[in-house]
């Protein structure tokens, strides 16, 4: 995970867990399978349209095993996520997500991986809704009409709840070459709520 380096990139371990599979008579076998077969798991719950990409990782729910078949206690789970690994843990009978990281865990930002989605879901987006504009005439009202649509683009994110506010959204002619238009805008990402730290005062009398 350290080598990778990447919030395009995630482990997911443990690397083995049990299924259940029925044959055509009704009888019931478990079966071991290894780590590839819970990170497409994982991959799949991603790009369900269950979820949008703002979905907390952390916490999430992956039917279809019946439990891990590696377990790990308290103190190698934190180890383990702390270098950019995804750990999995069971519960009930399927697995959860404990800690939803990329292998990138020098920042905030880097170590979520909704946050590269949401990067991705809002770049995919600007580049679809303004390739319209590429090929037109370069008047004075073109970067007027750029700034407007993609500052209607965010407002629609913020309503979807995939990015928490915007600002600056700005078009201008590039200063190297006239037949191109800068656009630039700045936004927060919507972030996964992870943890929760409770403090307690205790008192003889209040």
């Known amino acids: 995970a350290q080598s990778l380096n990447s919030d395009r990139m995630r482990i997911v371990y443990p690397d083995i867990a049990t299924v259940q599979l029925t044959d055509s008579t009704g009888v019931v076998s478990e079966f071991l399978v290894d780590g590839p077969m819970i990170a497409v798991a994982l991959a799949g719950s991603v790009v369900s349209p269950t979820y949008d990409v703002a979905s907390p990782w952390t916490g999430r729910l992956i039917s279809g095993f019946t439990s891990l078949a590696r377990n790990l206690n308290a103190v190698e789970m934190n180890t383990t996520a702390q270098k950019g690994v995804i750990i999995m843990e069971s519960r009930g009978r399927s697995l959860r997500v404990r800690d939803g990281l990329t292998t990138k865990v020098s920042d905030n930002l880097s170590k979520l991986p909704t946050v590269r989605l949401i990067a991705d879901e809002v770049q995919r987006q600007s580049r679809q809704l303004l390739d319209s504009y590429t ?9 007027t009409s750029i700034e407007g649509r993609l500052a209607m683009l965010l407002k629609s994110l913020v309503q979807q709840e995939i990015i928490v506010a915007y600002r600056n959204v700005k078009a201008r002619v590039s200063a190297d070459d006239p037949t191109v238009v800068e656009v630039e805008a700045a936004y927060s990402p919507v972030l996964p709520l992870r943890y ?6 205790l008192r003889s009398s209040l």
């Open 135 to 143: 090929g037109v005439k370069l008047l004075p009202n073109v970067l």
């Open 196 to 201: 929760i730290v409770i403090t307690f005062t």
